[in-house]
C-alpha cells in the first residue's frame, strides 16, 4: 500500500537538512564586565535583615495575601523609603495565588539613570511554608542592594520590585505585564542563602519557546564564578528539549520571557523554592551571591544592549537556532507526508473513501474533546477558583472537592466516549462502525493523513513539539501498513517507541515537580483552567491521542486476521515474465 522507494526519496531533504543544521552552529555571546568593585555591598548587613525578617519577631508567617505578607510589604517599603535618592511606590491588585484569589501588594523603588532602559531586579516576600529563613535571601539581597546602587551613578535606570503570590507565578505576571518602558534585563532572586546547590543556578526558561540570551546568561554566569566561586549550570539536551516542546517553568523570571524581556532567575535551589527548614549557615553563601548579583548588574548597566530572548538549544557548548530545527524536522516529516500522498492516491484509484476513514479516524478524538468540554465547564462555572496563572510543584494547589470530581468526570467522559460518542459519531459519517469484514488500506492511509496534517500544524507553531512527533510516524507507518505483516510484538515494541518521546517529557516534569500519575493530570487540568495551555492546543492533542487509540485498534485487527496465504501465479505480466517464449512460440518473428 505505502510505496517504500517514494518513502527513501524523501530522505533525500533529511539529507540536506541535517547538512545545513550541522553549519548552522554558532559560538555563544559572550559575558559582559565591569570595571566597578563590589566591596560597597555589606553581605552581612544582608545576612541580618534576613534572620530578623525571618525570626519570631519577624514575619515566619507570610502566606500571599496573608497578614504577615501586608505586613512585610510594610516593612519592606519603610526600609526602601529611608534610603535616598529612590522614588518609592506601593500598589494593591487582586490575583489568583495558590491560595485563590487574594489582594496582593509590589511594593517599588526606582534609581533613574542617566539614559533610557531599564535593569529590574525581582525578589518575592511570600512563602507557602514557614519559617523559610533562605526564602527571604532574595528580599534581604533586594534591600541591601537598594542601598548600594542608590548611591552610584547608573547609565540605565534601576528597578527594584518586591512582590507576592510566587507560587503559580501571580505576581510576577502581573509586574511582567506592567513594566513600562524599555527593559534590558531581569534578574529575578530565588534562594540565595542555602547551603546545597541544586542546578542551575541560573535559569533561562519561559512557559513559551523564548530562551534568556546567552548574553545575559553568561554575564551572570561569569559574576557568580567570580564572586561566589560556583558554576552557572545547564540543563541537559534532552531537559533542554523537554522545555523548549513543553515549555513549564514554576519560577519567576518565566512571565518576562514569555512578553519577549531577557530575564533570568538566579538561585542556588533551581527553579524550585527553598525548604521551609533549608539551612542557611554563617551567611557566606549570601555574602557572595549578593556581590555576584550586583556584579552582574553594573556589568548590564555599563555594557551593551542585551538581545531579545528566543528559542535555541545549547549543543557541546555551541548554540543551535530554532530556524535550523524547524528545518530539520520538517525535512524528517517529509519522506512519511510523501509516501501518505501516494498511498492516498492509491486508495482513492482502489475505491476507498478517504474522508470517511478520516472521520472513524477523527471520531477517536472525540472522547477526549468531551473530556476537555467537562473541564472547560467547571472553569466556567467557577468550580475551580484556585488555578493560579503558571505551574506549580507538586503539593502547592492539591484537589479537593470540585478537583477531585472534575478528574473523576473527565475519565466518565473517555470511557463513555468510546463507548456511545464515538459508535455515534462513525454512524452519522456513513463510516464503518469496525474494523472486521472491511478493507484496511483507507483506514491505513486516512490515519497517516491525520497524523502528517497534525504533525504539520504542531510544527507550525512548535518544531520542538513536532520533533517529539517524529519517530511515531516512521515507525507506525509500517504498523498501520496492512501489506507489511508483523509479529504482534515487534508492533508492540513499535508503537511504544513511537510513544516513548512525549511519555518522557512528562515524566520529565513529574520527577522534576515532584508529580504523581494523579498529580500529573491535575497539573494539567490546572494549566488549563490558568491559561498556561489554550483550548486549540488541548483539541489538537486530542487529535493526536486519537491517533493513538486508531493505531492501537488497527494492530488488533491486523491480529485478527489471519496471515495471508501464497497466491499461485495465474496471470504473467512484467513481474512473473519468464523471457522470450513465455508467452508463446519459442521460434524468432525475425527473418534470417
Partial sequence: MLDPRIYRTGFIAVALA???????????????????ATDAYNGTNAFATMQSLAGPNGYAQRRPGSTGDNALADEVYSRLSAIQGLGVSRRLWTGRTADGTRTLETVTAVRPGLSTGSIVIV???DSLSSPSVADLSGTATLLELARVLAGETTHRT????????SAGLAGATQLARSLGGPVDAVIALGNLAGTSVRGPVVVPWSNSQNVAPTMLRNTVGAALAAQANLKAGGTSFGGQLAHLALPLTISEQAPFGDLGVPAVLVSVSGEHAPAANEPVGSGARLIGMGQAVLQAVNALDTGSNVPAPAPYLLLQGKVVPAWAVRLLVLALILPVLMATIDGVARARRRGHSIIRWM?????????????????????????????PPGPVAADVVTPHGAGI????????AIVLGFALLRPLIVSAAGAPRGLAGT?????????LLVMCIAALVVWRANPFAAALLVPALHLWMWVVD???RMRPVVSGVLIAIGLAPPLLVVLYYAHSLGLGPIGVLWSGVLLLI????????????????GCVASVILLMLRALRDPAPGQMPITVRGPIGYAGPGSLGGTESAIRR
Wanted: charged share 5%; proline share 5%; net charge negative.
Fill in 18 to 36: 541535517a547538512i545545513v543544521f550541522a553549519f548552522s552552529l554558532h559560538d555563544q555571546r559572550g559575558p559582559l564586565g565591569s570595571p566597578l
Fill in 123 to 125: 525578589a518575592h516576600r
Fill in 158 to 165: 534601576i528597578v527594584l520590585e518586591s512582590t507576592s503570590g
Fill in 359 to 387: 472521520v472513524w479516524v477523527l471520531a477517536s478524538a472525540a472522547p477526549f474533546v468531551l473530556a476537555l468540554l467537562v473541564v472547560l465547564g467547571f472553569s466556567v462555572a467557577g468550580l475551580i477558583a484556585n488555578a
Fill in 405 to 412: 470530581a472534575v478528574l473523576l468526570l473527565c475519565g466518565l
Fill in 439 to 447: 478493507a484496511p488500506e483507507g483506514a491505513s492511509v486516512a490515519l
Fill in 482 to 484: 496492512p501489506e507489511v
Fill in 530 to 545: 490558568g491559561g498556561q495551555f489554550t483550548v486549540l492546543s488541548a483539541v489538537l492533542w486530542s487529535v493526536l491521542l
